[in-house]
Nanobody, 125 residues
Framework: QVQLVESGGGLVQAGGSLRLDCVGS????????VGWVRQPPGSDREGVAC??????????VFMDSVKGRFTISRDSQKNTLYLQMNNLKSEDTAVYYC????????????????RGQGTKVTVSS
């Protein structure tokens, strides 16, 4: 059974850091576009950052509001995707999902249909 399992969320004060992990099972995260989306309370899903299958090194952070604070990375041997979040702000409060569409492009990241159960991040001001 294909699964994406996220972990690492929690409650943190503004200015703090968290690292989210996403472990994939039964398929390689490097074969498809896989990324992070988030859904703030009462709002639509937002595409945060993504790795395309051909990307080497670092992936792409799409959200202007988190550029310079969030970094996406992956460990192909562990089949794990990471989201390092620094200098967190109250507006980063959301449920964060690891997501894929088993496609080769990150262009529709916010609409990726296959997601894990999500991990909640709450930033207190």
């Amino acid at each position: 059974q294909v699964q994406l399992v996220e972990s690492g969320g929690g409650l943190v004060q503004a200015g703090g850091s968290l690292r989210l992990d996403c472990v994939g099972s039964t398929f390689s995260l490097t074969n498809f576009a896989v990324g992070w989306v988030r859904q703030p309370p009462g709002s639509d899903r937002e595409g945060v950052a993504c790795f395309g299958p051909g990307d080497a090194g670092t992936g792409t952070v799409f959200m202007d509001s988190v550029k310079g604070r969030f970094t996406i990375s992956r460990d192909s041997q562990k089949n794990t995707l990471y989201l390092q979040m620094n200098n967190l702000k109250s507006e980063d409060t959301a449920v964060y999902y690891c997501a894929t569409d088993f496609a080769l492009s990150c262009s529709t990241l916010a609409q990726f249909g296959f997601r894990g159960q999500g991990t909640k991040v709450t930033v207190s001001s």
